[in-house]
């Protein structure tokens, strides 16, 4: 017996799996747009610090370098700025959200980027990159102090993160105590013969501490930026407004470290690409994508891409610096990676014991609705 099935019944259907296709779509696109920014962030992030160690490399100064970028960023950030204040009846500015927007120029630019390229100086950007990898670890640190993210030490989750804290941090001090033996040779190893080793090593250990600064005020930048966004959600006004509280404080921090007027003069072709690359990538695209991100997905979520740069750091810098890859960089960013994927494997199981709870919790409610019927 043939059953016909009434048309109005089949376009209902239809109309159905469109909505749920459409439905699917979009959590696919809000799954993957936050991983594809942050991947992309990454390797311009690192393509950024191989440029700005080239222009050091040259004889620019790592204060005016980290100045210069910051105020011609700022600038191309002004008239999106002014668009949107005209566009949009945005919420008034308090005082308490200028203080924390100050703060966050003051951590997040002043200080992190100071620190960041002064130790980028003295190491290489594959000792920045590999220690970048701390940044989830503090991160999760710091997101427990301030109640962002739940810890039970007699949860088996909780004390895999604890785990991989405690190893990160010893990577991160193998990487920068021990250099150890180089792997290979490159073009520049005829120059390292020619320069003293005790002045290497002690060059080498002040860049891991002035990066290991740099990661603490990142990650402690992450949660301070997800409050303040929560607080005033309008990405636009507050990246525009601590990226010029930062330009600022980096300029008199400048002027007050910096006597010589020479240093503030571009000598070569290598050092404005750098600024302008670091400018329209580093301030105006990586701080809107960042703290976008952020607000979507929270600090862990953003600061678990550091481990990307690490291989990316690594060919960048043998390809166009000419690093030399040693041993301790390789033994300290191997324990470093196995510490911060052992949080992030702590934080994906309590993800889905969260999910099975919320299941089991449904579930009894959806049998009794049937045995009623």
Same mark, same amino acid.
């Given at each position: 017996?043939?059953?016909?099935?009434?048309?109005?019944?089949?376009?209902?259907?239809?109309?159905?799996?469109?909505?749920?296709?459409?439905?699917?779509?979009?959590?696919?696109?809000?799954?993957?747009?936050?991983?594809?920014?942050?991947?992309?962030?990454?390797?311009? %992030?690192?393509?950024?610090?191989?440029?700005?160690?080239?222009?050091?490399?040259?004889?620019?100064?790592?204060?005016?370098?980290?100045?210069?970028?910051?105020?011609?960023?700022?600038?191309?950030?002004?008239?999106?700025?002014?668009?949107?204040?005209?566009?949009?009846?945005?919420?008034?500015?308090?005082?308490?959200?200028?203080?924390?927007?100050?703060?966050?120029?003051?951590?997040?630019?002043?200080?992190?980027?100071?620190?960041?390229?002064?130790?980028?100086?003295?190491?290489?950007?594959?000792?920045?990159?590999?220690?970048?990898?701390?940044?989830?670890?503090?991160?999760?640190?710091?997101?427990?102090?301030?109640?962002?993210?739940?810890?039970?030490?007699?949860?088996?989750?909780?004390?895999?993160?604890?785990?991989?804290?405690?190893?990160?941090?010893?990577?991160?001090?193998?990487?920068?105590?021990?250099?150890?033996?180089?792997?290979?040779?490159?073009?520049?190893?005829?120059?390292?013969?020619?320069?003293?080793?005790?002045?290497?090593?002690?060059?080498?250990?002040?860049?891991?501490?002035?990066?290991?600064?740099?990661?603490?005020?990142?990650?402690?930048?992450?949660?301070?930026?997800?409050?303040?966004?929560? %607080?005033?959600?309008?990405?636009?006004?507050?990246?525009?407004?601590?990226?010029?509280?930062?330009?600022?404080?980096?300029?008199?921090?400048?002027?007050?470290?910096?006597?010589?007027?020479?240093?503030?003069?571009?000598?070569?072709?290598?050092?404005?690409?750098?600024?302008?690359?670091?400018?329209?990538?580093?301030?105006?695209?990586?701080?809107?994508?960042?703290?976008?991100?952020?607000?979507?997905?929270?600090?862990?979520?953003?600061?678990?891409?550091?481990?990307?740069?690490?291989?990316?750091?690594?060919?960048?810098?043998?390809?166009?610096?000419?690093?030399?890859?040693?041993?301790?960089?390789?033994?300290?960013?191997?324990?470093?990676?196995?510490?911060?994927?052992?949080?992030?494997?702590?934080?994906?199981? %309590?993800?889905?014991?969260?999910?099975?709870?919320?299941?089991?919790?449904?579930?009894?409610?959806?049998?009794?609705?049937?045995?009623?019927?």
């Amino acid at each position: 017996m043939l059953i016909k099935i009434p048309p109005f019944y089949t376009g209902f259907s239809f109309s159905l799996s469109l909505r749920e296709m459409g439905g699917a779509m979009k959590s696919f696109i809000e799954m993957a747009l936050p991983f594809a920014a942050m991947v992309m962030v990454e390797c311009g %992030e690192v393509g950024m610090i191989t440029l700005g160690k080239a222009a050091m490399n040259s004889g620019l100064s790592n204060l005016v370098y980290v100045v210069y970028y910051n105020a011609l960023g700022t600038v191309l950030l002004l008239p999106n700025f002014i668009i949107h204040s005209c566009r949009n009846n945005r919420r008034p500015l308090t005082l308490s959200v200028l203080y924390k927007l100050f703060g966050l120029g003051l951590l997040g630019i002043c200080l992190l980027q100071v620190c960041a390229y002064a130790g980028i100086n003295y190491s290489s950007p594959t000792l920045a990159a590999a220690l970048g990898n701390l940044i989830p670890a503090f991160t999760f640190l710091f997101a427990i102090i301030f109640r962002m993210e739940k810890f039970d030490i007699r949860k088996p989750t909780s004390q895999a993160k604890a785990l991989g804290t405690i190893v990160a941090i010893t990577g991160a001090s193998v990487m920068t105590f021990y250099q150890g033996p180089p792997l290979f040779k490159t073009i520049l190893d005829s120059d390292l013969r020619k320069s003293p080793l005790l002045s290497q090593q002690s060059n080498w250990i002040l860049g891991g501490l002035l990066i290991t600064i740099t990661c603490v005020c990142s990650s402690s930048w992450n949660v301070f930026q997800t409050a303040t966004v929560k %607080e005033y959600p309008d990405e636009v006004t507050v990246v525009f407004l601590f990226c010029c509280f930062g330009t600022i404080q980096c300029a008199i921090f400048t002027l007050i470290l910096e006597r010589n007027t020479d240093v503030w003069i571009l000598d070569t072709g290598s050092e404005l690409v750098s600024i302008v690359f670091a400018a329209v990538f580093g301030t105006a695209v990586r701080s809107t994508v960042i703290t976008w991100c952020l607000r979507k997905k929270g600090p862990v979520y953003v600061s678990m891409f550091k481990p990307i740069s690490m291989v990316i750091a690594v060919i960048m810098g043998i390809t166009f610096l000419g690093d030399v890859l040693r041993l301790g960089s390789v033994i300290g960013a191997v324990i470093i990676a196995v510490g911060v994927y052992t949080v992030l494997w702590g934080q994906s199981k %309590e993800r889905e014991l969260a999910i099975d709870g919320v299941s089991s919790l449904e579930s009894p409610t959806e049998n009794t609705h049937l045995l009623r019927k």
